[in-house]
């Protein structure tokens, strides 16, 4: 049984994405600039913006944070995403989910031009992903595919099994690994919470991919023997025994299900740290001109 090293993985690729970055400066060009659109204080979002100028500065990008009031009109903001839009000093930016309820979180995404948008979000870039065309894809199943690939995972004619169904995780993810590609070529089921008998499917997983934020919900006798397991949850647990009074706790129960597995991720340290990194590869690309063509 083989864990993956999440940390170390995204750490190589931060390390070749900064070499990229130093090659274009040597050139003669600028950083890549990624912008973040943070409105109010949720705790998840702040930690994972404080994250993301911490890993831009590592790939030697320039990273800007705006800061929005939680009462921000939906207008008002719209028009802070026009002129991220419109400024050619900003390659990629993202406006961090969720927002505030009084906010039409689809009207927001629909208002990211998509050439910049490196969340991969708006639905033109959802739409060219589901065709198998150049596009920003979404960070986290993104960053999964990126871990099967340098893990040297064979996905070809593999049943992979997607727990959860999610705009953000399950569905990109079953849409990349049905895909006539490497890592793809699987053959992918999507169960969620109207989908009876999940253990029946589990059991039949090659790749099993729990992604429905469920704590320790996929147990040792849903796991097929020598499956490969990656674990996308990140629950929020109460631990009395951490100074901060909680812990991150997976779909998986790992102490359980690892001894069955060919391969598992842990949480934290598996598609964590990936998440991040892949939103630096989106903007490379962004900066590069690498998806679409510079305008
Ligand atoms: N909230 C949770 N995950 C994400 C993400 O990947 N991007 C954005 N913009 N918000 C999020």
């Known amino acids: 049984m083989q864990i993956i090293d999440g940390k170390r993985i995204a750490a190589e690729i931060k390390a070749e994405i ?34 993301k ?45 969720p927002l505030p309820k009084h906010i039409d979180e689809q009207a927001v995404i629909e208002a990211i031009d998509y050439h910049k948008d490196v969340d991969g979000f708006h639905p033109v870039n959802v739409g060219r992903m589901a065709i198998g065309l150049p596009c920003f894809r979404p960070a986290t199943p993104s960053g999964v595919m990126m871990l099967l690939e340098r893990c040297g995972i064979e996905t070809r004619g593999k049943h992979c099994v997607i727990l959860g169904r999610s705009n953000i995780v399950g569905k990109p993810l079953a849409n990349m690994l049905m895909q006539k590609a490497s890592p793809g070529n699987c053959t992918v089921t999507v169960c969620h919470s109207a989908t009876p008998n999940i253990k029946d499917l589990t ?42 009074g909680w812990r ?27 998440t991040i990194v892949s939103l630096m590869h989106n903007t490379l690309l962004a900066a590069m001109g690498k998806v679409y063509k510079k305008q």
């Open 53 to 97: 100028t911490a890993v831009c500065e590592q790939c030697g990008f320039q990273s800007s944070l705006i800061r929005k009031d939680v009462n921000i009109s939906q207008e008002e903001l719209i028009k802070t995403i026009h002129a991220l839009n419109d400024d050619d000093g900003v390659d990629g930016f993202i406006v961090q989910l």
């Open 18 to 51: 900064a070499a990229t970055v130093r090659e274009v400066i040597a050139a003669g060009g600028r950083p890549p600039h990624l912008v973040g659109l943070l409105v109010g204080h949720d705790g998840g979002s702040e930690s994972y913006m404080a994250s």
């Open 203 to 244: 059991l039949q997983a090659d790749i099993l991919i729990a992604a429905m934020g469920s704590p320790e919900f996929v147990k040792e006798d849903m796991v097929k023997e020598g499956a490969v397991v990656i674990d996308v949850g990140t629950t929020r647990v109460e631990d009395a025994t951490r100074a901060r």
């Open 248 to 274: 991150l706790c997976g779909d998986v129960d790992f102490d359980r299900v690892a001894p069955h597995c060919s391969h598992i991720t842990p949480v934290p340290g598996g598609v964590g740290p990936m």
